[in-house]
Protein backbone atom coordinates (compact mmCIF):
# COMPACT_ATOMS: atom_id res chain seq x y z
CA UNK A 1 0.00 0.00 0.00
CA UNK A 2 2.87 2.11 0.08
CA UNK A 3 2.48 3.59 -3.54
CA UNK A 4 -0.78 4.52 -2.75
CA UNK A 5 -0.03 6.42 0.51
CA UNK A 6 2.59 8.16 -1.67
CA UNK A 7 -0.01 9.49 -4.47
CA UNK A 8 -2.09 10.34 -1.32
CA UNK A 9 0.26 12.77 0.08
CA UNK A 10 1.71 13.76 -3.36
CA UNK A 11 -2.30 14.83 -3.67
CA UNK A 12 -2.09 16.95 -0.37
CA UNK A 13 0.52 18.64 -1.41
CA UNK A 14 -0.45 19.94 -4.84
CA UNK A 15 -4.17 20.64 -3.23
CA UNK A 16 -2.38 22.91 -0.98
CA UNK A 17 -0.38 24.53 -3.71
CA UNK A 18 -3.74 25.36 -6.11
CA UNK A 19 -5.26 26.51 -3.11
CA UNK A 20 -2.76 28.96 -2.20
CA UNK A 21 -2.03 30.08 -5.83
CA UNK A 22 -5.50 30.85 -6.74
CA UNK A 23 -5.49 32.77 -3.35
CA UNK A 24 -2.43 34.99 -4.41
CA UNK A 25 -4.47 35.57 -7.63
CA UNK A 26 -6.65 39.08 -7.85
CA UNK A 27 -10.32 38.35 -9.49
CA UNK A 28 -9.39 41.16 -12.16
CA UNK A 29 -6.54 39.74 -13.16
CA UNK A 30 -3.84 41.81 -11.26
CA UNK A 31 -2.12 38.51 -10.03
CA UNK A 32 0.20 39.83 -6.99
CA UNK A 33 -0.64 43.22 -7.33
CA UNK A 34 3.36 44.24 -7.05
CA UNK A 35 4.91 47.00 -8.85
CA UNK A 36 8.24 46.46 -11.13
CA UNK A 37 8.56 47.19 -14.49
CA UNK A 38 6.21 46.45 -16.93
CA UNK A 39 7.57 44.12 -19.21
CA UNK A 40 8.94 41.80 -16.49
CA UNK A 41 7.75 38.82 -14.85
CA UNK A 42 6.51 40.14 -11.66
CA UNK A 43 4.58 43.61 -13.59
CA UNK A 44 0.64 43.19 -13.37
CA UNK A 45 0.75 41.48 -16.54
CA UNK A 46 3.50 39.18 -16.13
CA UNK A 47 2.03 37.55 -12.72
CA UNK A 48 -1.19 36.91 -13.75
CA UNK A 49 0.51 35.31 -17.19
CA UNK A 50 2.60 33.04 -14.08
CA UNK A 51 -0.30 32.42 -11.79
CA UNK A 52 -2.73 31.33 -14.82
CA UNK A 53 -0.07 29.22 -15.91
CA UNK A 54 0.47 27.63 -12.71
CA UNK A 55 -2.95 27.32 -12.10
CA UNK A 56 -3.29 25.33 -14.79
CA UNK A 57 -0.38 23.08 -14.89
CA UNK A 58 -1.49 22.57 -10.93
CA UNK A 59 -4.96 21.55 -11.94
CA UNK A 60 -4.01 19.36 -14.43
CA UNK A 61 -2.02 17.39 -11.72
CA UNK A 62 -4.52 17.29 -9.48
CA UNK A 63 -7.17 16.05 -11.91
CA UNK A 64 -4.58 13.28 -13.10
CA UNK A 65 -3.65 12.22 -9.88
CA UNK A 66 -7.01 11.64 -9.07
CA UNK A 67 -7.37 9.32 -11.65
CA UNK A 68 -4.18 7.47 -10.91
CA UNK A 69 -5.48 7.07 -7.23
CA UNK A 70 -8.56 5.78 -8.42
CA UNK A 71 -7.33 3.02 -10.38
CA UNK A 72 -4.52 2.45 -7.94
CA UNK A 73 -7.61 1.84 -5.26
CA UNK A 74 -9.80 -0.33 -7.61
CA UNK A 75 -6.32 -2.45 -8.61
CA UNK A 76 -5.90 -3.30 -5.00
CA UNK A 77 -9.98 -4.47 -4.81
CA UNK A 78 -10.29 -5.78 -1.47
CA UNK A 79 -12.09 -8.75 -1.05
CA UNK A 80 -12.17 -9.13 2.58
CA UNK A 81 -15.30 -9.70 4.30
CA UNK A 82 -18.05 -7.04 4.63
CA UNK A 83 -18.04 -5.69 8.16
CA UNK A 84 -21.50 -6.73 9.62
CA UNK A 85 -21.74 -5.54 12.93
CA UNK A 86 -24.05 -2.52 12.40
CA UNK A 87 -26.81 -4.58 10.77
CA UNK A 88 -30.16 -4.31 12.14
CA UNK A 89 -31.70 -7.43 13.88
CA UNK A 90 -35.26 -7.72 14.48
CA UNK A 91 -36.45 -7.69 18.38
CA UNK A 92 -39.52 -9.72 18.68
CA UNK A 93 -42.47 -7.78 19.79
CA UNK A 94 -44.36 -10.23 22.11
CA UNK A 95 -41.79 -10.17 24.44
CA UNK A 96 -43.03 -9.44 27.81
CA UNK A 97 -40.51 -8.74 31.30
CA UNK A 98 -42.33 -10.71 33.36
CA UNK A 99 -44.29 -9.18 36.72
CA UNK A 100 -42.73 -8.42 39.57
CA UNK A 101 -43.75 -7.13 43.11
CA UNK A 102 -41.87 -3.70 44.29
CA UNK A 103 -41.03 -4.17 47.40
CA UNK A 104 -42.77 -1.97 50.53
CA UNK A 105 -41.14 1.86 50.83
CA UNK A 106 -41.13 2.46 54.42
CA UNK A 107 -43.39 6.40 54.81
CA UNK A 108 -40.20 7.53 56.49
CA UNK A 109 -38.25 7.02 53.23
CA UNK A 110 -40.82 8.86 51.25
CA UNK A 111 -39.93 12.25 50.43
CA UNK A 112 -42.35 15.31 51.17
CA UNK A 113 -43.77 17.09 47.92
CA UNK A 114 -42.95 19.81 46.23
CA UNK A 115 -45.43 21.86 47.97
CA UNK A 116 -44.39 20.85 51.54
CA UNK A 117 -41.10 21.82 51.25
CA UNK A 118 -40.10 25.04 53.26
CA UNK A 119 -38.33 27.55 50.84
CA UNK A 120 -36.60 28.96 53.95
CA UNK A 121 -33.67 26.51 53.47
Known sequence: ???FHFLIVVQA???ASLVGIILMQRSEGGGLGMGGSPSGLMSA???ADFLTRTTTI???MF???SI???FVAAKKGNTGPIDDSLQRTEVPATQTAPATTAPAVPA??????????P???
Open 1 to 3: MGL
Open 13 to 15: IIA
Open 45 to 47: RGA
Open 58 to 60: LAT
Open 63 to 65: ILL
Open 68 to 70: SLA
Open 108 to 117: QAVPAPASEV
Open 119 to 121: LDK
